[in-house]
């Protein structure tokens, strides 16, 4: 099967900064897109960014130009460097690994794979 495995969170100062890893793991020999999203209380889980194997990336208009995405393609893992940090960043912080090419076993589920969470929370 297919395991994502994050790391990273904690509690933050407004302004400071966090950087969350995430690492596949299963029967696949490439994933095509690894992102994170958020989901804070009461609300939908949103995009935060999003990396593709072919440096492609993308990125949620309220965390421009303060959060990076990066890859290593080799490990398969994904990282989110978080820094300016606001309290509205509070979340539950999900990575997420769609697109792979599996070696066997059942195919993909839609939407790809999730990882467990880790919590984000910026206070003062």
């Known amino acids: 099967q297919v395991q994502l495995v994050e790391s990273g969170g904690g509690v933050v100062q407004p302004g400071g900064s966090l950087r969350l890893s995430c690492a596949a793991s299963?029967?696949?020999?490439?994933?095509?897109?690894m992102g994170w999203y958020r989901q804070a209380p009461g609300q939908k889980r949103e995009l935060v960014a999003v990396?593709?194997?072919?440096?492609?990336?993308n990125y949620a208009d309220s965390v421009k130009g303060r959060f990076t995405i990066s890859r290593d393609n080799t490990n398969n893992v994904v990282y989110l460097q978080m820094d300016s940090l606001q309290p509205e960043d509070t979340a539950v912080y999900y990575c997420?690994?769609?697109?792979?090419?599996?070696?066997?076993?059942?195919?993909?589920?839609?939407?790809?794979?999730w990882g467990q969470g880790t919590q984000v929370t910026v206070s003062s």
């Open positions: 997420n690994a769609d697109g792979l090419m599996k070696t066997g076993g059942p195919k993909p589920p839609v939407g790809g794979y």
């Open positions: 299963g029967n696949f020999i490439s994933i095509y897109a």
């Open positions: 990396a593709t194997n072919g440096d492609s990336t």
